[in-house]
């Protein structure tokens, strides 16, 4: 069995996996073996991930450009563009061993390179049966759709991005530490705009960074990056796996927006897609070297049947050159400080998670239906971000609960850093859709809340992306709907359904980022309860931008209720900036009342109390801690300046009382209105 350093402390934190231990090593010892091989063929994994410095276009100090590609089902290569006026077959590829292809193209006689910058090229593959295929190269950094009024049809070409050094972004910024606790604000470029067309990075560095930066979030995630030919697939079909999206701009504008986040103290992470790719052949890896497999398996395994896209074959040394190079090419070019994997679950079993229900029972995890292949790459990026920079973060969108995920790899884990808290958006959504407020059950609450795996960190968030698209709705939309219309402003007649609708909005998000998780995450303008649903311009909507975009407007008009909503979410962030519950260990949940419908818990020198009660308000409600001293309010949603009714009190004292309450050793008595949280600080001894 093999050898797994650090094993003795993953069983110290879950005893329950030690039956699997036989099953643990033997994943370990695939790893390790993987390390061994590509130590011995490669000396070591630096050399392995750096595929881009290999593979691709490569301009010589003598102005001579070197080409080479992998494709190992080609019977012929070729290199064809505005160079060699099309001539698809005068440029050969010579061929190499274990499926790698060669070109030399010499200086022009005026010493000048022989391909330009921003020239227009393809790769020719002949196939087995004699056919010619223009294809991309998947190692293409820049990619562009012709415009529509080209008329050349909509696939993506590739265009050679070799600029002189004036054009060349340099960086004017450090990056800034890592977060202890990551407050992450997930965005996308293209719908970051107001008005109704795609956004771009200049935009996004100058509008978009500050806005984030106040609101008290010290992270952004940025979704579809990675080159992707259809808009509105949200950019989970890639197509140009090193390639930015020219959507928003180009790759120096890119480096840019990075380093103007950096400036602000914001750390940036990559949503980076290595679960599958896109079935494009001939502007995606698809078919790339004229058989169904190359990067891919052949067959129904290499096939996602819910995604209709292609699924990466993890055995193949070449593909796992190609996707860990992937993860080094974002961190070494454009400075990214971590990544989101998306599709993890689909990854991790055979079944990508289809139709599973996921009950906990450890033999699920360890059973013949996890991918070991995937898992191993999921390893092994890991054990290459995290030696190649600690301060790196990974996240993973798991669903499944898969132990050891999120320890490291040298305790037998699969080394990411957090986890998503999935099913806790699936349970607001679950409440507001289906139960009505009195229903709610305290309990179950709490339990989906704090219901993650010991000392493997979550990511929290009340909602994200998914809930924003079309066909689904936000918390703000479930809540108000049509009422938001009507009775946003604050000139308007009050409104019952507004009232609660702000009030719970708040309440959501507070006892998810205090309770869910060792992280928060929110979606770009969930945090002011944008209305409306997320929609790209697509067939079905006449190729309309109008839900393709964010209304910043209805956030900055004071006379509207949105700005309440956004004041409440920057007060929150900054008071867990300044007392740092996100990394300060779990809560102690001392209270959950079913009929009184209040939560209460302590965590990190806080004391948190929810009532969720539609009508009822209690006095001189106890509420225990295990911190003797003098309490006052330092957040209460029901503060005006967040919309609320100023029923509490900031001045007031709340002396407690050393009689032990609720399991706790002290218990303060406090007013507690309805529909409100409060969060009560030790101001003295």
């Not at 070019?333 to 229900?357: A, C, K, P, Q, W």
Request: proline letters at 4%.
């Amino acid at each position: 069995m093999a050898e797994v350093k650090d094993i003795e402390k993953l069983f110290e934190t879950d005893g329950y996996l030690r039956p699997h231990e036989h099953e643990i090593r033997r994943r370990h010892g695939v790893l390790q073996d993987w390390l061994n091989r590509i130590n011995q063929g490669e000396g070591g994994m630096d050399q392995f991930s750096q595929g881009y410095k290999y593979y691709g276009l490569h301009f010589q100090p003598d102005n001579s450009v070197i080409a080479r590609e992998w494709a190992p089902g080609a019977r012929d290569v070729y290199l064809t563009g505005d160079f060699n006026n099309w001539h698809w077959e005068s440029h050969p590829f010579k061929k190499l061993d274990f499926g790698k292809w060669e070109l030399h193209l010499p200086p022009n006689a005026d010493g000048s390179p022989a391909i330009k910058h921003l020239s227009e090229i393809k790769v020719i593959i002949r196939n087995h049966s004699g056919q010619l295929l223009d294809r991309l190269s998947p190692w293409a950094k820049y990619v562009v759709q012709p415009p529509k009024s080209a008329n050349q049809g909509v696939n993506y070409k590739q265009y050679v991005w070799e600029p002189p050094s004036y054009e060349r972004y340099q960086r004017q910024h450090p990056r800034p530490a890592k977060p202890k606790s990551l407050r992450i604000y997930e965005c996308h470029v293209g719908i970051a705009s107001q008005e109704p067309r795609v956004g771009s990075y200049d935009e996004f560095a100058d509008r978009i960074v500050p806005r984030i930066k106040r609101q008290g979030y010290n992270c952004i995630q940025v979704m579809a990056i990675m080159e992707h030919a259809y808009y509105a697939s949200f950019g989970y079909q890639v197509t140009s796996f090193y390639a930015a999206s020219s959507r928003y701009g180009n790759p120096e504008q890119l480096k840019r927006m990075i380093d103007v986040a950096h400036s602000h103290g914001l750390y940036v992470l990559l949503d980076v897609v290595h679960s599958h790719a896109s079935k494009n052949v001939q502007d995606g890896l698809n078919q790339f070297d004229g058989t169904n497999s190359c990067f891919f398996h052949d067959g129904a395994r290499g096939e996602h049947s819910l995604w209709d896209s292609r699924l990466f074959n993890y055995v193949e040394y070449e593909v796992l050159r190609f996707l860990l190079s992937n993860l080094r090419w974002w961190h070494d070019e454009y400075n990214f400080d971590g990544y989101r994997f998306d599709g993890v679950t689909s990854m991790l079993y055979h079944s990508r998670g289809i139709g599973e229900g996921f009950s906990g029972d450890y033999n699920e995890y360890f059973g013949l239906n996890v991918d070991t292949d995937a898992l191993n790459y999921l390893g092994l990026a890991n054990h290459l971000l995290h030696t190649l920079d600690p301060e790196t973060i990974t996240i993973a969108e798991d669903v499944s609960g898969m132990p050891t995920l999120c320890r490291p790899v040298s305790e037998g884990g699969i080394g990411f850093d957090y986890r998503l808290g999935m099913a806790i958006p699936d349970k607001w959504i679950e409440l507001l859709k289906e139960q009505s407020d009195d229903e709610w059950n305290m309990g179950n609450v709490v339990h989906t809340l704090t219901n993650r795996r010991w000392m493997e960190n979550t990511v929290a968030y009340a909602e994200s992306h998914d809930q924003a698209l079309v066909g689904d709705k936000t918390i703000a939309f479930w809540l108000m709907d049509k009422e938001m219309y009507t009775h946003m402003s604050t000139l308007s007649d009050s409104s019952l359904i507004i009232d609660r609708g702000l009030s719970l909005h708040k309440m959501i998000r507070l006892i998810t980022h205090s309770l869910g998780g060792e992280a928060y995450l929110n979606f770009m303008g969930n945090e002011f309860g944008h209305p409306e649903w997320l929609d790209f311009p697509r067939v079905g909507n006449n190729d309309s931008y109008h839900y393709a975009r964010r209304q910043w407007n209805l956030v900055d008009d004071e006379l509207l209720k949105y700005k309440y909503l956004n004041e409440f979410d920057r007060a929150m962030n900054e008071l867990e900036e300044r007392y740092g519950w996100l990394h300060s260990g779990p809560a102690y949940v001392s209270w959950k009342h079913e009929g009184d419908k209040i939560i209460a818990f302590e965590r990190a020198g806080l004391v948190f109390v929810f009532n969720f009660h539609p009508q009822r308000s209690f006095t001189g409600y106890r509420v225990g801690t295990n911190w003797a001293g003098t309490y006052q309010a330092v957040l209460s949603s029901d503060d005006p300046l967040f919309g609320g009714h100023n029923r509490i009190d900031a001045n007031c004292k709340h002396r407690s009382n050393p009689e032990g309450y609720a399991g706790r050793s002290n218990f303060i008595e406090v007013y507690t209105p309805s529909r409100t949280a409060v969060i009560y600080a030790r101001v003295s001894d």
